[in-house]
């Protein structure tokens, strides 16, 4: 696992398009798998401000709410269409949004041959995508039951109207098939389930533990998101923001 450390929330935007730019160029028909929260946000602002052409990706969302009208704004699919496929002026023939039932998902991942770099946030519970936890290790693409904790998160974007109960979320069997996980995290709310993810054991009471699962990981926080895992072991002995050699 490399565990990157930065300063601020703009420095691990910085980074993570920096790194999404470099396999771009690589293969500018990459499989990204890409997480619809606030943490990523910048980093797919930089990345469309950046000189990359990044109009040959292929998009696979994580997960989307169940039961909102098509366009919701609040929607995950508004979402990637507004903040990611639109500005980086990729055709909405080339992006996945899960919709309808897991296995649906599950054989448009397959369709495409795979996930090459998985972006992923982490919910303050440890969820990964909706997997909430109690998430089997090895679980697929499903229709799950969101937590209360996680609607009222999430209750931003719907301004004050109800949000969804239910939503379709690929499985944390499914995304660790991609080829690499790269794990964001902001600000002090996300470090004890960062903490837990990277240096707990691994159980469904924490999703986001499964990342320990994956031979390619990259973990790119802020230093409040960093701030529990002092005394874990994990960053100890570090002579500089970064951690570990990078895999990416
Ligand atoms: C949400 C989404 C996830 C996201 C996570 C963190 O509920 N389903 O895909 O990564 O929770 O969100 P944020 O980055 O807004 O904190």
């Known amino acids: ?13 910085d980074h993570v398009a920096a790194l999404i730019s470099r396999l771009v160029e690589r293969d500018p028909r990459l499989v990204i798998g890409v997480a619809t929260g606030g943490t990523p946000l910048p980093a797919y602002r930089a990345l469309a401000r950046g000189s990359v052409d990044l109009s040959g990706v292929r998009l696979v969302a994580l997960d989307e709410y169940v ?14 269409e507004r903040e990611i496929a639109g500005p980086w002026g990729v055709p909405a023939a080339q992006v996945v949004v899960p919709q309808g039932s897991g296995d649906d998902v599950e054989r448009r991942i397959a369709e495409l041959g795979g996930v090459d770099v998985q972006l992923l946030g982490i919910g303050r519970n440890g969820h990964l995508a909706f ?18 904790s996680t609607r009222q998160d999430n209750a931003a974007p719907f301004g004050g109207a109800a949000v969804p109960t239910h939503a379709v979320t690929q499985g944390i069997g499914t995304l660790l098939e991609a080829r690499g996980l790269v794990l964001l995290a902001t600000g002090v709310a996300k ?9 707990g ?17 990259t973990v790119v926080l802020d230093r409040p998101a960093a701030s529990a895992l002092a005394g874990r072991g994990l960053l100890e002995g570090a002579s500089s923001q970064r951690v570990h050699h990078p895999q990416l």
């Open 131 to 148: 997997n909430e936890p109690g998430s089997a290790m090895d679980s697929r693409a499903r229709v799950v039951a969101l937590s209360e």
């Open 1 to 13: 696992m490399d565990v990157v450390v930065l300063d601020r929330p703009e420095d691990v935007a």
């Open 201 to 217: 054991p691994v159980s469904p009471d924490c999703p986001a533990s499964a990342v320990q699962r994956h031979p390619r990981v």
């Open 67 to 80: 039961g909102l009208p098509p366009g919701h704004p609040a929607s995950y699919a508004a979402y990637v």
């Open 191 to 199: 470090a004890d389930a960062v903490a837990a993810a990277l240096t």
